[in-house]
């Protein structure tokens, strides 16, 4: 990997946490959580690429479904699938489709899930 390279990867996530914290810090203390966690995934989506893209994405997704967001967490979580850091069968990958599995469940868009844990148990993507 050439330095250029290597910067690129090093700050594409610290590019999307940052975005965060300034939306946050814009939002108040009063901050419609749904609202920031919508910028937070609209970030992630822009400022990161591969693998981090797929665990910032899935985790977001996790957090829209915990504040009620159900649209959002089910968008945040096509927006993660897609991440080409989904199509990798290694640990940080799994560990992000099983998060995406939960999302999807409780939206309650089973259909989804049962995909997305196909994914999971054969270690690879299914078909798009």
Known sequence: MTSKAARAAVAAPLVAVAAF???LAHAGPTADVRAVLREAARAAAAGTQ?????TLLSRIAFLQSRAGDTAGA???ARDALAAPGAQKP???AMQALAILITVQARAGDRAAAMQTLKRLMNGVPADR
């Open 90 to 92: 290694d640990a940080e």
């Open 21 to 23: 914290a300034v939306a």
């Open 50 to 54: 591969g693998e981090r893209r797929l």
């Open 74 to 76: 089910l968008g945040t």
